[in-house]
C-alpha cells in the first residue's frame, strides 16, 4: 500500500492534487529524457559520421555518451513509474531489473570517465608516447572492460540487495557495490587530475625557458591538450557533484541503518540521471569542433552532400 498523502499515478511519490502541478510533475520526466536522448544523439552521430573525430579520446567519450543515452531512453521511463521509493516499498521484478540498469550504467560512465582520465594523463603527462600507447585497439579493450566490469558489477550488487532483503537485521550490510563501482574509480580519477595538473604547471614552465620556435609549438599543442583536459575535469566534476550525494547517502544508510527520508533519495536519484543530460552542454561550450559538428547535423545540412571530411 502507498504511503498516504503519495499519488501512484505521477510516479514521484509527492502528492498531485493542483491540476498544473500534476501536468508538470507528468510531463517533466519525459521533457529531461527527450533532451538527454537528443543531446547525447548528436555526440554519438558527430563522433561516428565526421572523421576529424575519429580519435581515441572522442571513442571514449562515444562510449560515455551511450551510457548517457540509455539512462534517457531506459532508466527515466522506468523511474517515472516505479521510484526509489516505490521500490523500497513494493519490490518486485521490474525494481529488480531497474536497479540493474541503473547501476551498471552508472557504474560505466564513472568506468568511462576513469579511462578518459587515463587518456588525458598520457596525452599531458606523456606526450612523447601518448599516440603510440593509447591506441584504437587500446581504447576499444577499455571500452569493453567497463562496460562488462559494469554488467558484472550490478548484477552483483542487486544480488546482494535481493539477499539483504530477505534476512533483514540478521544480514551483515554489504558496502561493496557502492565501494568498488563508485568511490574508489572516483579517488583514482581524483588523484589522476592531481597529477595531470601539477605536470601541466610544469610544462607551462618548461616551454617558457625553451627557444621561440620551440615555445611557440610546444605551447600550441600544450594549450590544446590542457584545454581538452580541462573541459574533460569538468565533465568529472559535474558527475562528481550530481553522483556523490546519492552515493553518500547509500553508504551512510548501509553503514548505520539510520532512517532516510525516500522523497529526499528520489530527489538525489533524479540528480544522478539528470547528469546525463549536463555533458552535451559542455562539449558544445568548450569544444568548437563539437559545436561545428552540431551545427552541421542540426540544420540538416549532412543531407545535403558528404560532409565527412569536413574541417570543424
Request: charged share 10%; hydrophobic share 50%.
Amino acid at each position: 500500500m502507498a504511503p498516504e498523502g503519495n499519488d501512484n499515478s505521477t510516479g514521484v511519490g509527492i502528492s498531485c492534487k493542483p491540476y498544473f502541478s500534476c501536468v508538470l510533475l507528468r510531463i517533466f520526466p519525459y521533457l529531461i529524457s527527450v533532451i538527454i536522448t537528443c543531446g547525447n544523439l548528436l555526440i554519438i552521430i558527430s563522433v561516428i559520421y565526421f572523421r576529424q573525430l575519429h580519435t581515441p579520446t572522442n571513442y571514449l567519450i562515444l562510449s560515455l555518451a551511450v551510457s548517457d543515452l540509455l539512462v534517457g531512453v531506459l532508466i527515466i521511463p522506468l523511474s517515472r513509474e516505479f521510484t526509489f521509493d516505490y521500490c523500497m516499498i513494493h519490490g518486485g521484478l521490474i525494481c529488480s531489473v531497474r536497479n540493474t540498469i541503473d547501476v551498471a550504467l552508472t557504474t560505466a560512465s564513472i568506468l568511462n570517465l576513469m579511462c578518459i582520465s587515463v587518456d588525458r594523463y598520457y596525452a599531458v603527462c606523456k606526450p612523447l608516447t601518448y599516440k603510440t600507447t593509447i591506441t584504437v585497439h587500446v581504447v576499444v579493450v577499455m571500452i569493453l572492460l567497463s562496460w562488462s566490469l559494469s554488467v558484472l558489477l550490478s548484477i552483483g550488487f542487486v544480488v546482494a540487495e535481493l539477499n539483504y532483503a530477505k534476512c533483514g537485521e540478521n544480514c551483515s550490510v554489504n558496502v561493496s557495490g557502492p565501494l568498488f563501482s563508485f568511490f574508489l574509480p572516483m579517488i583514482i580519477m581524483i588523484c589522476i587530475y592531481v597529477k595531470i595538473f601539477f605536470v601541466a604547471q610544469n610544462q607551462a614552465r618548461s616551454i617558457q625557458n625553451t627557444s621561440y620556435q620551440s615555445r611557440t609549438t610546444g605551447a600550441a599543442v600544450s594549450k590544446m591538450e590542457r584545454k581538452a583536459t580541462k573541459t574533460l575535469a569538468i565533465v568529472m566534476g559535474a558527475f562528481l557533484i550530481c553522483c556523490s550525494p546519492f552515493f553518500i547517502f547509500l553508504m551512510i544508510f548501509y553503514i548505520t541503518q539510520v532512517s532516510v527520508s525516500l522523497v529526499v533519495m528520489d530527489v538525489l536519484t533524479w540528480m544522478v540521471m539528470s547528469n546525463s543530460m549536463i555533458n552535451p552542454f559542455i562539449y558544445a561550450f568548450f569544444y568548437s569542433w563539437y559545436r561545428s559538428a552540431f551545427k552541421i547535423l542540426i540544420s540538416g545540412k549532412v543531407w545535403q552532400g558528404h560532409f565527412s571530411n569536413t574541417r570543424l
